[in-house]
């Protein structure tokens, strides 16, 4: 990206956000200390998600899926289409200030996140499916996100050389090293594995948590912005419709109910981690604001509606189990007794 272009992209980006009137957003200063440390706790929170991750991948599960590519194939094109034109039909359609409007397509752009996994689990997916399908995500990502990021941008006015590609492109190139060290730790010490994934996960949260109450004191007087109705019904609708078509194209394309349930949980799920990175790291504090925070409502959200459709399908199963299960006793029982005939 040309540095001229890309800075006045952000001298105007700058300039919309400080017009006043409805969903605007206001600027504020934040302390120069603080800025730094919650850039710091980003980074790591990433660096240390993709290490954890790393450490759930085997190579030769990677190739299987990837000789019968149908179900990665379809996750990826539910991933880079359903998300990000979801992002931009919001936006469009709750009429979105720039500041918002580009927050919520690089949320909406970024590759799947690593919570997918533990959902899919959760759901009796197919767990292969789901760290291949977010391995792929990722990488596509480097070519796919600067690229939709470029198309959907010129739909906003302003927006159009406001996007960082060079930021993003670094960011994401940042994900895949940390990755690349997980998966040479499981493939090389499999034995240390499991105790990294669980030691970094320990670690992410506590980073997260303390990113949250940091970046919480530094927008304190404005936090209320991040409430608004509009970002609300955003980061309610923006997972909740990932969810759903993600498991409505998988049924489509008729792959198995394990696979859906796997595609909608990654479909849904977006790699918040790098989403925050990419917005405290190439936007200022006095272009983002407090919208630096929606990636933490999004989570919020996605958690919920994740959770609610989990214990829905365990209370489907439970209800269903049951009932197969009497049916297989009477089966056999009529059985026995057509044995014990003369």
Request: aromatic content about 6%.
């Amino acid at each position: 990206m040309n540095e001229t272009t890309g800075h006045v992209g952000l001298m105007n980006l700058h300039n919309l956000s400080s017009i006043s009137g409805n969903g605007s957003m206001s600027i504020f200063d934040m302390p120069k200390p603080i800025d730094t440390a919650i850039n710091i706790l980003s980074i790591s929170t990433l660096f240390i998600t993709m290490i954890s991750l790393g450490c759930t991948m085997e190579i030769s599960k990677i190739k299987a899926h990837l000789l019968k590519p149908k179900g990665v194939a379809i996750a990826l094109v539910a991933q880079f289409c359903i998300m990000p034109l979801t992002a931009f039909s919001l936006a469009k359609i709750l009429q979105l200030h720039p500041v918002k409007a580009i927050t919520v397509l690089i949320c909406g752009c970024c590759p799947g996140g690593s919570l997918s996994n533990t959902f899919s689990f959760i759901l009796k997916g197919d767990m292969n499916l789901s760290i291949v399908m977010t391995t792929c995500s990722t990488v596509a990502a480097l070519g796919l996100m600067p690229l939709l990021l470029y198309i959907f941008s010129q739909g906003f006015t302003g927006l159009e050389n406001a996007v960082p590609y060079v930021g993003i492109i670094t960011a994401l190139i940042s994900t895949l090293v940390p990755c690349a060290i997980g998966i040479l730790i499981n493939h090389y010490k499999p034995n240390y594995s499991a105790a990294v994934t669980q030691i970094g996960l320990i670690i992410m949260m506590l980073t997260t948590i303390a990113a949250s109450v940091v970046a919480g004191i530094a927008v304190k007087d404005v936090i209320w912005m991040i409430f608004m109705p509009d970002v609300v019904s955003v980061a309610v609708l923006m997972p909740l419709i990932g969810f759903t078509l993600g498991y409505v194209m998988s049924v489509i394309c008729r792959l198995s109910p394990k696979c859906s349930r796997t595609i909608s949980m990654e479909t849904g799920c977006q790699n918040i981690q790098l989403c925050i990175a990419i917005l405290k790291v190439t936007f200022s504090p006095q272009v983002i604001g407090p919208m630096f925070l929606f990636p933490l409502l999004y989570i919020m959200f996605q958690c919920a509606e994740a959770l609610l459709l989990a214990l829905c399908f365990r209370l489907y199963h439970k209800v269903k189990t049951p009932a197969g299960d009497t049916g297989s006793h009477k089966h056999v029982a009529v059985t026995q007794e057509e044995v014990k005939e003369p």
